[in-house]
């Protein structure tokens, strides 16, 4: 469950900078497969908003102290731009924190990585061009893989956590195509701006947790957990988003944008080998090759959209 800066075009890096930047980045993807799995252990239906809120309230207040003068110098246009896809980002944890909930992990990271699928069709779209050929080919081997994967008991109707996965797939291709086209947000110092994003989607969990029928009460919630349930929660605020956050940072300036996201694009990788090793989950012989299809094919389409 990824959080994705907008990193700044780098310098290519000498080649022995560069490998020295691919440990922390592989961990970053490590512990974004193992996401999933551990928010499924935290986190019911009844608990996804309380869980969302306490996550990232212990993560803002990090990121306003560390970029608190650099957030003071962004214009109103900016913070408005970044508002925009706080709201986006926040729709994003909620469609992947419920259907995890309904899913399981590894259904619920194979199935994400098919925003490296969706965000190159949608850009094509926008900008009426046609993809190739190749590209193409290599969605229809990752859609395949899915069809496959979700029906590791035999072809039924996928259950509605794969497709509110599916649904922030589609939101995630939404987030970087608007950071893309919103010309406030593109000078952005990083940091402010994912700091203003969290906020955005914090306010976004604290609204909703008013609501009657949010579910459990965030404090409540937090009073009700034990120890494996605080480790849980504490690894996907320190690890899975602030550690991520600056390791990206450190990383695209010492390497290159493409390096970091063909590197963080195994993330639906270790997503399964979690789901599987640690979670006792079980796929039959689609789902295993539902999985190769879908890792074959977004490897395939990120060459071929480049």
Same mark, same amino acid.
């Given at each position: ?9 780098? #310098?290519?890096?000498? #080649? ?143 259950? #509605? ?50 609501? #009657? ?94």
């Amino acid at each position: 469950m990824s959080t994705v800066a907008a990193p700044a075009p780098a #310098p290519v890096a000498a #080649p022995g900078r560069a490998r020295l930047a691919d440990l922390p980045v592989l961990l970053v993807a490590v512990v974004w497969g193992g996401s999933y799995l551990a928010a499924k252990g935290i986190t019911t239906t009844h608990t996804v908003i309380a869980v969302l809120v306490l996550r990232f309230a212990l993560v803002l207040p990090v990121l306003v102290v560390a970029g608190r003068r650099r957030l003071r110098a962004l214009s109103a246009a900016q913070l408005r731009g970044a508002g925009v896809l706080g709201l986006v980002l926040g729709g994003i944890f909620l469609l992947e924190t419920y259907g995890v909930v309904h899913t399981s992990a590894t259904n619920a990271g194979l199935i994400i990585s098919l925003t490296m699928i969706f965000t190159p069709l949608a850009e094509a779209a926008v900008r009426r061009v046609r993809p190739s050929t190749g590209f193409l080919g290599a969605a229809a081997v990752s859609v395949a893989g899915v069809v496959l994967l979700t029906q590791g008991a035999g072809f039924t109707t996928p259950g #509605p956590g794969d497709l509110l996965i599916l649904g922030a797939a589609l939101a995630r291709t939404l987030h970087v195509l608007l950071m893309a086209r919103i010309k406030a947000v593109q000078d952005a110092d990083s940091l402010s701006l994912t700091t203003v994003q969290l906020g955005g989607a914090v306010a976004v969990f604290a609204l909703l947790a008013l609501l #009657p029928a949010s579910g459990a009460n965030p404090w409540e919630t937090a009073a009700g957990f034990g120890p494996r349930e605080w480790a849980g929660l504490v690894f996907l605020a320190v690890f899975c988003t602030l550690f991520a956050f600056f390791v990206q940072m450190w990383a695209v300036r010492r390497t290159s944008p493409s390096r970091v996201s063909l590197l963080l694009g195994t993330e639906p990788l270790w997503a399964a080998a979690a789901g599987i090793a640690i979670g006792g989950e079980r796929l039959g012989a689609a789902g295993l090759v539902g999985v190769a299809l879908v890792l074959g094919g977004t490897a395939w389409g990120r060459r071929a959209a480049t």
